[in-house]
């Protein structure tokens, strides 16, 4: 441990993001009290290096994982989803979130409007993102107390997935704005913060060497078209990349 941090213990590591007002003189002199000190371990890079990550393919002869479980005492089945997703700093992370936004977004949500308004199913939706830096899965959990309800969720849900993939459930232009917008103001929203949006300059300047991140997602978010999303839904939508395991009630013996 000793000798893994002495070997991060670096300036030429260190990124800084001071957010607030403050002036930059006595700033400065407050920075090199404390870290003026470290002596560099290796001479300072050009520039940030430039990572692009992408996520680690599986074989395509690799069929879909599926695994069933029996739980005494469980109070409702439910199914988790497990697909494959860019990892966090991937060009295409953001035209697969908004395949994310799509399908599961409580404001838009294409499968909430397929189970529950429209086929009256009974159905909680619920997903977040493993975000690993290296690689990243879009998780989601559907779960219901009746389970012929969950049955046809599962079926409404691969249907849905293959549509997307087989380019037969094109995004409509309506969806395609709606979505915009709503990638739009959350990102903006999420700029208010100075905590996250320090931390969002932070990542982008480190990865990318890019100081006008924010500029560049919003131009991003614009552009992005239909097509976009058939071509993610073809790469990351194959049946090769999905997990499912379902938790179902033991029934007592």
Request: aromatic letters at 12%.
């Amino acid at each position: 441990i000793k000798r893994t941090y002495n070997g991060y213990r670096d300036l030429s590591g260190i990124i800084m993001v001071i957010a607030g007002k403050f002036e930059i003189k006595k700033l400065k002199s407050q920075i090199n009290e404390y870290f003026a000190g470290i002596a560099p371990l290796r001479p300072p890079p050009a520039k940030p290096k430039t990572k692009i990550i992408e996520p680690t393919p599986l074989r395509p002869n690799i069929k879909a994982t599926h695994k069933n479980w029996l739980i005494k005492d469980l109070n409702e089945s439910f199914a988790m989803y497990g697909l494959l997703a860019p990892a966090k700093f991937n060009y295409d992370y953001l035209y697969f979130d908004f395949i994310r936004y799509y399908l599961l977004d409580e404001r838009i949500s294409k499968l909430d409007e397929v189970f529950n308004k429209i086929n009256k199913l009974n159905i909680h939706i619920s997903y977040e993102f493993t975000n690993y830096h290296d690689a990243n899965a879009l998780i989601i959990k559907l779960s219901c107390k009746n389970r012929s309800n969950l049955e046809k969720a599962k079926y409404y849900l691969v249907k849905k997935l293959q549509s997307l993939k087989n380019g037969k459930s094109s995004v409509s232009s309506g969806d395609l704005r709606v979505v915009k917008t709503l990638m739009e103001l959350d990102f903006l929203k999420q700029m208010t913060s100075l905590e996250k949006r320090s931390l969002f300059l932070a990542e982008q300047y480190y990865v990318f060497g890019n100081l006008e991140a924010e500029d560049k997602r919003l131009s991003r978010i614009r552009k992005i078209k239909a097509l976009d999303i058939y071509r993610i839904s073809r790469k990351y939508l194959k049946k090769s990349n999905r997990v499912n395991v379902n938790v179902y009630p033991k029934c007592p013996e």
